[in-house]
């Protein structure tokens, strides 16, 4: 019988086999290897949903996005408007790392927080781009207080999150951005997608200064314009509810509201920001798989959607100029290695 070659590790290329990393990327938990590798793009899960007061269970969707993320190829993918291949750069010259999840403690929200922000701080620290897989909506707070630098403040979801602040009660993912808004690196905060009848806090958002806008008012602008809501050239964080998403796409989101976006008018106006702003960080939340349908839909749409707003990132000038020293490092470590095989 012929001798068969025993599979490696890095052979493998079946969604359902091997170790479930964001797009198969190199998985980093020491501080010192993240130093080393220097990538300049971290994904991170915070599997905590202890901020859902209604049905909790997103701290699941950390892990099954990344699971979901292991359907793409590990060779880029096809943008089908710009017609060329791309992260394929990204993803064979291990710019991608995951950092794996934020050791989260069970009913020490506070303690959580605290280990959240520690961790954006650890990524941020070099100027890289971070990535976060939620857990529910409350970790957005902890995230972008960790973000030393002036941002501004993009969030698209079907609720304004902006719930009043009393005995306690301040932590649940409906309170993020009332937290998030009073920051004072936080140059604007807008809203879109905002739809939810079901409490009236947004009216508190529009009092506070914040920029509202609701679907009907997004499909005027369009996709493709909705950029224009922040300043030119200036440095975003973007965060991404699943329930921005139509209610009939998102079956595993518990807060999920009808007349919501499409999917290419999410992918559309994530890819317009990305052109006119630099991107500091995104993050997609409130993801919950146990709700889910059997094929995991909601994870795959969660995941579709991190993976083509990172890659019309990477295609963007102000991203290649900003990395262009790692591309000249890489490039001299991938010829060295090259060299070093012959
Ligand atoms: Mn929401």
New binding site residues.
Partial sequence: MKERNNPIPEDIVYPFSGIPTFLRSKLVTELGDLEKLNPTIAVMGVPFDEGCPYMPGSRFGSRTIREHSLRFSRNGYYDYELKKILLKEELSRGRIVDIGDVNVIPTDVEGTFHRITQMVETVMKKNRMLITLGGD?SITYPIVRGISQPIHVIHF???S?FAPIYDGYQYT?MHAFRHISQMPHVKSLTQIGIRSIRDTSVLDSIAAGNRVVGMDEYREIGPKNIAQVVPEGEPCYVTI?I?AFDSTLVPGCV?AEPGGFLYNELRDSLGAIAERNPIVGYEMV?VAPQLDVGTGITSYLAAQTVIEFLGRICEQPWWKEKYKNNRETEAVTFQSSIENKV
Avoid: T, W
Wanted: glycine letters at 0%; aromatic letters at 0%.
């Fill in positions: 909506h979801d079907a609720h999150d993912n509810d329930d807060s409130e």
